[in-house]
């Protein structure tokens, strides 16, 4: 069982276009919802992250909006750049027992930002 | 430099054979987590750790073992079980209570 899908699976742009990927998921009990961003060959970076409690968050050209009755929520980059070029996941974070979390992943999106 | 650090970035499997892919951090980091990444599939959990001498499987753990004996510590082996082995594979750490993960560079195995 998915828990969080993530679309498109792909995703190409021209540059100064705006990029959307969207995500759902399932369980309620999930309470932080992080970006990562990841380049060919390298492991996953944390680009933004929410908590449910928040409609939308911007941290420079990146924004999440979030929909909590929904149970979705959505990265737009504005003004894509060709260096924004990578795979990008969602991920739903819940309490795995002690005080520690688990990650779930969406499948990921391949972007392409054309020049 | 404080980071994950995974070594070897590539390895090279033969058949039967067992290998171990090593993952240390330095970022005094008390969970430590294994992922499995294959193209168009994401990234899917095999093992995680919270505390030394205690790991927990995740949602594909069979063909794979670990162990947790130092907290800055948690290799990952491919046993001859996991019948396709080939896929890169991520470490991944976090704080006590954190939702942050930090992974390291990832090592890509493959199959002779």
């Known amino acids: 069982q998915q828990q969080v899908k993530q679309s498109p699976q792909s995703l190409i742009v021209q540059k100064g276009g705006i990029s959307i990927i969207n995500c759902a998921y399932e369980n309620t009990a999930f309470d932080y919802f992080p970006w990562y961003q990841q380049f060919p060959g390298k492991g996953p970076a944390l680009l933004i992250a929410i908590r449910p409690d928040v409609s939308e968050k911007k941290e420079g050209r990146f924004t999440i909006s979030f929909n909590k009755s929904a149970k979705q929520f959505s990265l737009h980059i504005m003004d894509s750049q060709p260096g924004d070029s990578a795979t990008y996941f969602c991920?739903?974070?819940?309490?795995?027992?002690?005080?520690?979390?688990?990650?779930?992943f969406g499948k990921g999106t391949l972007l392409t930002v054309n020049p | 430099d404080g980071g994950i650090t995974q070594s070897p970035k590539y390895l090279f499997r033969k058949e039967g054979q067992n290998v171990t892919l090593s993952c240390e951090q330095n970022l005094n980091h008390d969970a430590m987590y294994w992922y499995r990444q294959d193209p168009g599939q994401g990234l899917r959990l095999i093992y995680y750790?919270?505390?030394?001498?205690?790991?927990q499987k995740g949602d594909i753990a069979e063909g794979y073992s670990v162990s947790r004996e130092k907290k800055e510590s948690f290799p990952l082996t491919v046993t001859s079980a996991q019948k396709n082995p080939t896929a890169f594979y991520l470490c991944?750490?976090?704080?006590?209570?954190?939702?942050?993960?930090?992974f390291g560079a990832g090592t890509r195995l493959s199959v002779l």
């Open positions: 750790s919270q505390i030394v001498n205690d790991f």
């Open positions: 991920a739903a974070s819940s309490n795995s027992g002690g005080s520690n979390y688990k990650l779930t």
């Open positions: 991944a750490s976090t704080p006590r209570g954190g939702h942050i993960q930090y």
